[in-house]
């Protein structure tokens, strides 16, 4: 079936002014804005409770120069953030998105916090790969879940129709390419069809496709999806048909660190404090602390694609703020020993070569130094017992690629203009990571999911007025 079809031959059920496909972070973020700024949005998502990638995360979102960094006593600036974003991206992405996301998340976070109640909070005792701040604002169990559900009930209790159940399958378009409506799939098969004046695309990216998954993201094609099974490259699909711009499809945010078999994120961290990562043959194989993201290629190309994070007690006391992590503790994902020897054998390695890298490494935090592979230590990294260990491999997260859009997030054409009622956000445009999946700083998915969701809401409800 066509994703796109002519207006001509379609007669509608019903008319909407603006209508957001998905109800993820980047759907309500826009619903909410959207809503402020005057309009009534209609959400549209395809599963019966809205969850997406969004309910699956840590929930984690950078901000710079907020009030929950001041209180703390950080300092941090947009223009700060904006050059850790590109520095990551190797200056690859869009500096006119960078700068919106950079300038707009503080108040997002404070918006959210002051208008609808979410209690954030910034992380003071470990920062992320690449910040130069500690700037991850998260809620109290560190989880997605908590924040799919805070904004639904925002959107709620602001009076936004969200229609569950209603997957999005064709866009209908007027001969100029101006979006007419969209036809709807419902679970009992019926369809409908929806007139809109504007549509956001905020149905992320193609994780959820393994077609597309093996096309553009080859080296990610046999690994775990750890991303909403639901995202299935849908926006792309419909923008490639409709003549719009793609970048970056082969971009995407990894994670070197699932629990396995038991899939349960263990959070970075254990790695950012000065855990290590060894694979099967008791050996460290890179510099972990680059980021997580390009780490899970490394763990995939480890013999049988796992390795074990290792760590020690004062670790495992800042990682328990993470329910995640907790959860792989009560499953008995984590092995605990009070001796590098006992630990070894707990984790069917080499005793040999784990204790040689073991007592290396100590050396090496010891004086502060560098090791072979150029990762930085410092003295307080120390590992003291009892010690832990949990195996993990490398997993897709979800795609970093997807459409090109303006600062107002409004889609672009191959010829560089833009459509004139379509706006995309969230996973479903393409983010500020550059082509690779090195170029993620953490927190890219939800700083463009919820800081552009916020901007095309309120460009959508100025072009849903007319
Ligand atoms: C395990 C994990 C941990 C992560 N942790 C973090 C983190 O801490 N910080 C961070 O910044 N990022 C994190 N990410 C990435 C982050 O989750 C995503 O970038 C973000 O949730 C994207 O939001 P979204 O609204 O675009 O997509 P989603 O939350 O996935 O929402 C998209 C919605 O669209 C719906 N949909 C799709 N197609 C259709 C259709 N055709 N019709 C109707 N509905 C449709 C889907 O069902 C879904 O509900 C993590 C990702 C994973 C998997």
């Not at 969850?51 to 929930?59: D, E, I, K, P």
């Not at 159940?165 to 409506?181: A, K, N, Y």
């Not at 999806?225 to 849908?234: A, E, I, S, V």
């Not at 760590?311 to 994902?333: C, K, P, Y």
Request: hydrophobic share 45%; with cysteine.
């Amino acid at each position: 079936m066509s994703p796109i079809r002519s207006a001509s031959d379609v007669p509608f059920d019903a008319e909407v002014p603006l209508l957001i496909v998905g109800a993820g972070a980047a759907g309500l973020c826009a619903a909410l804005a959207a809503k402020k700024a005057g309009a009534e949005p209609l959400v549209v998502e395809r599963d019966a409770q809205p969850a997406g990638s969004t309910s699956l995360s840590a929930g984690l979102i950078p901000a710079a120069g907020t009030r929950f960094q001041r209180a703390k006593g950080i300092a941090d600036s947009p223009q700060l953030f904006a050059s850790d974003i590109q520095h990551k991206a190797k200056n690859e992405a869009n500096p006119a998105i960078v700068a919106a996301v950079a300038q707009g998340a503080g108040q997002l976070i404070e918006w959210l916090a002051d208008r609808f109640g979410l209690p954030f909070d910034v992380i003071d005792n470990f920062n992320y790969p690449g910040h130069s701040a500690m700037r991850m604002h998260g809620l109290p169990t560190r989880t997605g879940l908590e924040l799919i559900n805070g904004l639904r009930g925002a959107a709620e209790a602001s009076g936004i129709s969200i229609v569950p159940g209603r997957r999005v399958e064709t866009l209908v378009v007027e001969p100029d390419r101006r979006i007419r409506g969209v036809e709807i799939v419902r679970g009992d098969g019926v369809r409908e069809r929806i007139g809109c004046a504007a549509l956001v695309l905020a149905c992320n990216g193609y994780g959820g496709n393994p077609d597309l998954v093996r096309r553009y993201i080859p080296e990610m094609a046999s690994a775990l999806y750890f991303g909403h099974p639901g995202n299935r490259g849908d926006a792309i699909i419909w923008g490639d048909a409709l003549g719009a711009q793609l970048e970056h499809l082969g971009a995407y945010q990894g994670h070197g660190s699932v629990a396995t078999p038991y899939n349960i994120l263990i959070s970075w961290a254990v790695i950012m404090q000065g855990g290590i990562q060894v694979n099967s043959e008791g050996r460290r194989f890179c510099d972990e602390s680059q980021g997580y993201s390009e780490q899970a290629a490394e763990v995939l190309r480890q013999p049988n694609g796992v390795a074990w994070s290792v760590f020690d007690a004062r670790i495992a006391s800042v990682a328990r703020q993470f329910e995640d992590f907790r959860d792989a503790e009560r499953t008995g994902a984590t092995v605990t020993r009070e001796s590098v020897q006992a630990l070894a054998d707990a984790m069917h390695v080499p005793v040999e070569a784990f204790a040689a890298e073991w007592t290396t490494t100590e050396a090496i935090k010891a004086k502060a130094g560098k090791d072979r592979y150029g990762r930085q230590f410092a003295p307080e990294q120390h590992f003291a017992p009892p010690f832990h260990a949990v195996k993990v491999t490398g997993a897709l997260f979800h795609t970093q690629g997807g459409l090109v859009i303006e600062a107002a997030c409004r889609v672009k054409r191959t010829d560089g203009t833009v459509f004139p009622n379509l706006l995309a956000t969230g996973g479903a445009a393409v983010g500020v990571s550059g082509s690779t999946a090195a170029g993620y700083l953490s927190g890219n998915g939800l700083l463009t999911a919820t800081v552009l969701g916020r901007l095309a809401g309120k460009a959508a409800a100025q072009m849903a007025r007319g």
